[in-house]
């Protein structure tokens, strides 16, 4: 990894200066060109990447395979592109949100002996979380623009915990969240005034919600009709995005919940949906079986689901974030087995 060292930090200082609206340093791209890959003439140049995260500057973050076969983090931008020291997953690549946040704090995982942990990067260093007592291992979800942080924390083997606690993250410590009366979940999305969700287990073993986590208070959101739902992602307006089974016990399908209300966004055409990400302007970003099968990245906005393709013909794409302009992240698959990040701008699918 010392190959990346040095040019790493310097390039993640420029990332990080261009995100923070408080420095002295005036952004004159605030994303990403919808036609010009956002690390030209540098490339992740790699068989496997994801997209997890992108900033309302069109700062793009994600896990990437590098030369030596390990899984690393990443950020892409218009000044450069920058890689993690750290590693962030033992083997393959997780799926796992990591997030940015506009002043270019990237929050996420590394590997560590047996596991993961949860840690952040801010100018190119790596920062340590303290974890729950009796939980070696976890990972951060998501992060707002105040730093704070949430995520999951794991116990047992961390592919399959026997434990999990949805739990804010920070220097100070490690907070425990709760449950619903059960023994796991994990908190996915906190937004600027400090509300967080995620899911839940009830009393009854096996059955999980989406939970809503305000002013000390965790509350069960419901479902669309099935025995268990889960939440993704929340925006400074408060409305909400997730799955639900239904009631037949089979259908996934995604969910935007507002005011107490829960609704059922629809499909592309096939039997199952995901909603990943909404946006403060109520655009929503997910996958959705088309009627042939595979899942298709889409874009849900007034009402009315968009499927956005995949960068090859009949091929799997998930979008996975949204920003405030609607610039998109995700990956997609190719038939030889490789996984690739994307940007999605201006209606054009972009691999990173």
Known sequence: ??????????????????????????????????RTPPHAPNTLNAAFSRGFGINNFGVVTGCVRNGYGQIVAFALSHQGIWFSEETVAPEGIPINRFSVNDKGVIAGQKVVPGGIAPVFWKNGQAYDLPLLPGYPFGGVFDVNNKGQMVGESLNGNYVSPTGSRPTVFSLEGA?????????????????????????????????????LYKDGVMSDLGTLGGPWSNSTSINN????????VLADGVSVRGFLWVKGQMTDIG??????????????????????RISSGPFHAFLFADGVMTDIGALLPG???????????????????????????????NGEMIEL
């Not at 998109?328 to 690739?340: C, M």
Request: aromatic letters at 8%.
């Open 315 to 345: 091929n799997d794409s998930r979008a996975i974030s949204i920003n405030n302009d609607g610039d998109v992240t995700g990956y997609y698959s190719h038939p030889n087995g490789s996984i690739h990040a994307f940007l999605y701008r």
């Open 175 to 211: 907070t425990d969240l709760g449950t619903l009366g059960g023994n796991i979940g994990g908190a996915t999305s906190i937004n600027e005034k400090g509300e967080i969700v995620g899911w839940a287990e009830t009393s009854t073993p096996g059955q999980t919600r989406a939970f």
């Open 1 to 34: 990894m010392k190959r990346y060292s040095l040019l790493s930090a310097g390039i993640f200082a420029l990332l990080f200066l261009s995100c923070d609206k408080s420095s002295d340093v005036v952004v004159s791209d605030s994303g990403i060109s919808p």
């Open 237 to 244: 307006k408060s409305e909400i995005v997730g799955r639900s």
């Open 267 to 288: 499909t592309l055409g096939g039997n199952g949906t995901v909603a990943q990400d909404i946006n403060d302007r109520g655009e929503i970003v997910g996958y959705s």
